[in-house]
């Protein structure tokens, strides 16, 4: 080869190693999208823009079709780490495996029919984050997430929401998972996810 493609060979080189290098953090493309889903989503809603569930809306639909199309070596990887849900079911989420839908939810809070709040986590079973694993300290402290009751850094449930199933009208702390897969409109139906 001449010296003026080495380089550019080393220019590509370098990007592409970048490159893994950020996807090795993530076990699948839909890890990937799902992450990048979360950072847009909480982005828009910093911004308090009035189009903020629209561009959820818009960006669910982008990342869906965009995980449906699998990178090579993707499946390589699913094999080795298990089985992986497309969506974003938690097993450990009662939440998760309701099969009431958003309508049926909307119906009983309109007919002033309330679920029981989830029982909360004691304080002392979680010594930390349950998202991010962070440990809590004098300075990172506790927080319950109102809709599943589990115990969450102030990162982790940084989001607020009303609870119209339990009654709560007014805007309460919710997890991230829960204000993206529960609290969210568009996400409310699990046909939706």
Known sequence: TSPETRPCET???????????????????????????VCISGVA???QTNYASDLRSILKTLFEVMATKCEEGDNDKQKKAGPVMRSAVLEDCALCQETISSSELAAKAREGQFEDPPDWVPDEACN????????????RRKHHCRSCGK??????????????????VKPVRVC??????????????????
């Open 176 to 193: 991230t998972h829960c204000y993206m897969f529960h609290v969210t409109p568009f996400y409310s139906d699990k046909a939706g996810i």
């Open 151 to 168: 115990i969450f850094c102030s990162r982790c449930s940084s989001h607020s929401a009303p609870l119209p199933r339990y009654g709560q």
């Open 128 to 139: 930390s984050c349950i998202a991010c694993k962070a440990p809590f300290t004098v300075i």
């Open 45 to 47: 809603d910093q911004l």
């Open 11 to 37: 220019s590509t080189f370098a990007k592409a190693a970048a490159r893994n290098k950020i996807r090795s953090r993530f076990h699948s493309s839909s890890d990937l999208i799902h992450r990048l889903f």
